[in-house]
């Protein structure tokens, strides 16, 4: 069977599916190691390696995807997107607030709270910022230099990090066919400049200095060099999985079953949520690994675990958009009986 170039959206295609699962995958394996073991998780090489570039991966595929706003205004824009991405946040994420409150006090259960799910308003904000920029300014141009100067301004939920990320994707979007025809020679390169900055990749790389100045906290010298490593390093990380994914299913046939597994990508924003509660916060609580050795740990024991918590959240998921008071309370959406879009 050939492989069809979308999926149930004519603007959806199989390969950024499966690019957004194994993203996830990667989110589910990072944090398997970092809450299941009491040792420094940012000492553990594949953990530093998966931090390299998953995250930026994930926000190049949302501004890949953002030329389906084009057409309607920002203030459709906002609202589409404050309710697809913060409002699940916000009322998942009440739980946060109500046992950070009972157990540290209001304050803390607020900053629990509005700290949670950290990646969907970042890319709340990111499509603020971009469609924000292009409905005031006419030339692309200056939508690129003022949106990312902007974006350098803002700290919070790592924005400052994701944006360049989120107008790449945009870039690439644009360039899709370039990028298509030559993918193989763009994961090549790509591939090798990745893997030239992972040589000095360390956890000593997101924790740089800051100083305290009389007009409020600015970065030190070593935090801009270490923040645009940090994005060049995404950056290059993402074009050769996005690369290397559009070449090999330019030269492959899926069968119906890999069809319905690569959909699954279609599952992110479900997984991301529920993997907060299960994997974050419940089998810490039950299982501890440190006892594994280096290769069982990494190798084995993560993975393994981080694809049975994926299929445990996908389940989960689907059972709350199927009732019709916690798709709404919930998701502000009708329940549905489908595999609906995680984005």
């Known amino acids: 069977m050939n492989t069809p170039s979308t999926t149930s959206s004519p603007q959806r295609e199989i390969v ?63 609202r589409k997107r404050f309710m697809a991405l913060v409002y699940p946040a916000l009322t998942f994420g009440a739980v946060f607030l109500l046992s950070g409150t009972f157990k540290e006090g209001l304050s803390a259960g607020i900053g629990k709270w509005l700290n949670a799910f950290w990646f969907l308003k970042s890319a709340f904000c990111c499509a603020v910022i971009f469609f924000a920029c292009r409905a005031c300014l006419k030339k692309s141009l200056a939508v690129v230099i003022v949106s990312l100067a902007l974006s350098q301004c803002i700290f ?39 893997a030239g900055l992972l040589c000095f990749w360390g956890a000593h790389v997101w924790h740089s200095p800051y100083v305290s100045m009389s007009f409020g906290i600015q970065p030190l010298p070593e935090f801009w060099l270490y923040t645009s490593y940090r994005i060049v390093t995404g950056l290059a990380g993402s074009l050769f999985f996005i690369s290397l994914f559009l070449y090999v299913f330019s ?93």
Not at 284 to 304: E, K, S, V
């Open 16 to 78: 950024f599916d499966a690019l957004k699962l194994f993203a996830i995958f990667l989110v589910l394996w990072g944090h398997a190691i970092q809450y299941l073991s009491s040792t420094a998780y940012f000492d553990q090489p594949v953990y530093r390696y998966i931090y390299s570039f998953h995250m930026p991966l994930f926000m190049a595929i949302a501004g890949y995807f953002s030329n389906s706003a084009r057409n309607i205004s920002l203030a459709q824009v906002a």
């Open 156 to 194: 919070v939920y790592r924005v400052n990090l994701m944006y360049p990320c989120f107008l790449f994707g945009v870039f690439l979007n644009a360039n899709i066919a370039l990028l298509r025809r030559y993918a193989l020679a763009i994961s090549a390169v790509s591939g090798l400049c990745y």
């Open 251 to 343: 030269r492959i046939n899926l069968s119906d079953r890999l069809l319905k597994v690569c959909a699954c990508g279609q599952e992110t924003l479900g997984i991301y949520i529920m993997q907060t509660f299960l994997l974050e916060t419940l089998m810490p609580r039950l299982l501890n690994l440190d006892g594994a050795g280096f290769f069982m740990f990494n190798f084995i024991l993560t993975p393994l675990i981080s694809l049975f918590v994926l299929v445990a959240c996908i389940v989960m998921f689907r059972l709350i958009r199927k009732s019709s008071v916690l798709s709404l309370l919930l998701l502000y959406k009708k329940p549905t009986t489908a595999g609906a879009s995680g984005r």
